[in-house]
């Protein structure tokens, strides 16, 4: 059964680059069925996709976020990372990553890890 | 992209069924059937509950059920019950190869 942590800083200064990883358990990230994706919610709001990577490469960002946003994939770890820069307080929010099914079985975001709030302050 | 447009609250009494529309355009929602549902616990990760516009994952109760008409996609929740007390998003593929998130629906069980 798959399962994804998410990683990384709780606490990044603004105008600096945030960086969370994801490590993927039980199943393979070079899986030919998945995509890998994050997903943020900032708090008391709703859910926003950031972006979502294919292992071979391929990568689709959110338009707003699109600038600033970097998603890659370390297969011989089996994790994923996101990487988004010059932070503001708008930033701020829990970020999730999450198994991104995209294939002929149908588009799905499942299952989803536990989530890891990131605060941009200084 | 703008988000999809969801009620931001309904409520209904046990056993009673409920629907939470989510509206698009022709470019996300009406233009396929790539329409997820999300259901969030607070202080929780979103929980799959519908896809494909009409499909239920294994493990999903069966009074969980979706359907699309136009640029307009719906969950409905029948039989009510408490636990059903939550955050509900839709998403939705589009035409620019991205994904777009519903505002969020917060249902009360009454």
């Known amino acids: 059964q798959l399962q994804l942590q998410e990683s990384g800083p709780g606490l990044v200064k603004p105008s600096e680059t945030l960086s969370l990883t994801c490590t993927v358990s039980g199943g393979s990230i070079s899986s030919s069925s998945y995509y890998w994706g994050w997903i943020r919610q900032p708090p008391g709001k709703g859910l926003e996709w950031i972006g979502s990577?294919?292992?071979?490469?391929?990568?689709y960002y959110n338009p707003s976020l699109k600038s600033r946003v970097t998603i890659s994939v370390d297969t011989s770890k089996n994790q994923f990372s996101l990487k988004l820069s010059s932070v503001t307080a708008a930033d701020t929010a829990v970020y999730y990553c999450?198994?991104?099914?995209?294939?002929?079985?149908?588009?799905?975001?499942?299952?989803w890890g536990q989530g890891t709030l990131v605060t941009v302050s200084s | 992209q703008s988000a999809l447009t969801q009620p931001a609250s309904v409520s209904g009494s046990p056993g009673q069924s409920i629907t939470i529309s989510c509206t698009g355009t022709s470019s996300d929602v009406g233009g396929y059937n790539y329409v997820s549902w999300y259901q969030q616990h607070p202080g929780k990760a979103p929980k799959l509950m519908i896809y494909d516009v009409s499909k239920r994952p294994s493990g999903v109760s069966n009074r969980f059920s979706g359907s699309k008409s136009g640029n307009t996609a719906s969950l409905t929740i029948s039989g009510l019950q408490a636990e059903d007390e939550a955050d509900y998003y839709c998403?939705?593929?589009?035409?620019?190869?991205?994904?777009?998130f519903g505002g969020g629906t917060k249902l009360t069980v009454l």
């Open positions: 990577m294919y292992y071979s490469g391929s990568t």
């Open positions: 999450a198994s991104h099914n995209w294939n002929y079985e149908g588009d799905w975001f499942d299952p």
């Open positions: 998403s939705s593929y589009t035409s620019s190869s991205t994904w777009v």
